[in-house]
């Protein structure tokens, strides 16, 4: 028995959901944003949200634990992390996105062996609902607000390191399809000053992508356009991005929409596809694979590798497929029309 593995990574597994769970209670309950205000003691903060003072300390003090809050002499204070992406109020908040992940993802989640046995998604069995994410849970105009605040500040996160991972500065026009708030158009018009952009989704998104493009200081050279990118005509650019797209979509889906954009380059135009990237065997990073099972339980769609991706871009048309692992939560592959025909095999 003494030869036994270590058991931390499977302790450490078995408690994963409990540190996940304190975060998302203390977020859903404004915990963040209360401390924001001013600094305050468990009892304070349990009489103003109308709970437990003994259960408040115990969240508060397991916020501690994590690196989330600090306390000293019995009074917590938000930490930076906190400040940043816990705070609904931040520029560079995540919490739309954590409410989302509590509300939705975390019940989804709980149907992940369904999902398996069926290959499909979960919204029905666990909301009662029919269709996919878009037309489930984002039914309410708040539903869609909070999880759009959320990607933003994931953008805000990826965005700009995608924008780097190519030299983008022959391009004159920028085409962001289902571009959300316009984090990436943004990111690429600052990067790149001769940039000119369009943010272009469905009419009930373009109202908070104007909002966030005005507070740029590219602003003048963005746009914003109403538009569903299966149905309606695309705008004009030679160079197109979708950001968080593909992996909503099964490998036909897909096709279809880059066939779309590949017609409508010119050549020498290119697509820019912001996605987490598997390892070729299928085997990390840990992240994309917890995102292809979350496809699994909300979408029809999947993560895929470099490669995978080359072979559907291809297929659609383009002949250069590159692509740049960046660090950040998503990474960058870039497809070129080629002029001739024969730089389609390259």
Not at 123 to 141: C, N, P
Not at 302 to 324: N, T
Request: proline letters at 4%.
């Amino acid at each position: 028995m003494n030869n036994l593995p270590d058991a931390a990574p499977v302790l450490e597994l078995i408690d994963a959901f409990r540190h996940s769970k304190t975060m998302f209670t203390a977020t859903a309950m404004g915990i963040f944003d209360r401390l924001q205000e001013r600094p305050a003691g468990a009892r304070e903060l349990a009489e103003a949200l109308g709970i437990s003072a003994d259960a408040t300390e115990r969240l508060l003090d397991a916020c501690a634990a994590l690196g989330l809050v600090g306390k000293r002499d019995g009074v917590y204070a938000n930490q930076a992390v906190a400040e940043a992406y816990l705070v609904s109020t931040s520029p560079h908040s995540l919490h739309g996105y954590v409410l989302y992940s509590d509300e939705a993802l975390y019940r989804v989640w709980g149907n992940l062996g369904d999902a398996l046995r069926e290959g499909t998604p979960r919204w029905k069995q666990t909301f009662g609902l029919q269709g996919g994410i878009f037309d489930a849970f984002f039914r309410t105009d708040a539903a869609m607000r909070d999880f759009l605040r959320g990607m933003h500040g994931f953008g805000m996160l990826s965005s700009p390191k995608v924008v780097a991972a190519f030299d983008l500065g022959g391009f004159r026009k920028l085409a962001d399809l289902g571009g959300a708030t316009g984090h990436l158009a943004i990111a690429a018009c600052e990067r790149y000053p001769d940039l000119k952009a369009v943010v272009f989704d469905l009419p009930r998104v373009t109202g908070m992508a104007r909002a966030q493009v005005a507070e740029s200081a590219a602003r003048e050279r963005i746009e914003v356009m109403a538009g569903d990118f299966f149905q309606d005509e695309l705008p004009s650019a030679d160079l197109y991005a979708i950001g968080r797209i593909l992996h909503d979509w099964d490998d036909e889906t897909a096709l279809r929409l880059a066939r779309r954009i590949y017609q409508k380059l010119p050549p020498g135009g290119a697509l820019l596809v912001a996605e987490k990237l598997l390892a070729e065997d299928g085997v990390g990073p840990l992240g994309a694979n917890m995102q292809s099972l979350n496809m699994l339980v909300v979408t029809e769609g999947k993560e895929r590798s470099l490669s995978e991706y080359g072979r559907l871009l291809r297929e659609a048309g383009f002949g250069r497929v590159e692509g740049r692992r960046t660090g950040a939560p998503l990474d960058a592959v870039l497809a070129v029309k080629q002029a001739r025909r024969a730089d389609f095999q390259a």
